[in-house]
């Protein structure tokens, strides 16, 4: 799974931010890891630095293998909160978009069993 970490020009993209972000995303998706082959994380600042409330944005783009990405976006107060918060996001998204690909109706049931 590759992480791809792009900033807007209000945000400062360092190295550090970048590995952080890395760090945090791919830990929080770690389980997907062999079902995605790319994520991007788009970082903004909404309020082009003046002062506000939930202005820093984070959208999460995710590309499941052989199948339309998905997308999920959180807005919080600092960058850290947002990456954060889209990265729980995108958890719980992938959970039930996995879980709907794999988890189908017809398996097996205490009323199907061969236990005579």
């Known amino acids: 799974m ?3 970490v792009n900033t807007d ?3 400062e993209g360092h190295d550090e931010l970048t590995g952080r972000v890395e760090a945090e ?3 929080a998706l770690s389980r997907f890891s062999d079902h995605i082959t790319r994520v991007e994380v ?3 600042d909404e309020s082009a630095g003046r002062s506000g409330g939930a202005d820093m944005r984070c959208v999460l ?3 499941p293998a ?3 990405p998905v997308a999920v976006t959180h807005h919080a107060a600092t960058l850290d909160e947002a990456y954060r918060g889209a990265a729980q996001k995108l958890k719980s998204l992938l959970d039930t978009h996995f879980g709907r690909l ?3 109706k ?3 049931s205490i009323r199907t069993s061969d236990q005579r």
């Open 25 to 27: 995303i791919g830990a």
């Open 2 to 4: 590759q992480i791809q």
């Open 66 to 68: 052989g199948q339309a």
């Open 61 to 63: 783009e995710a590309r």
């Open 106 to 108: 017809g398996g097996d």
């Open 102 to 104: 794999y988890d189908r």
């Open 42 to 44: 788009h970082l903004g």
């Open 9 to 11: 020009a209000n945000v």
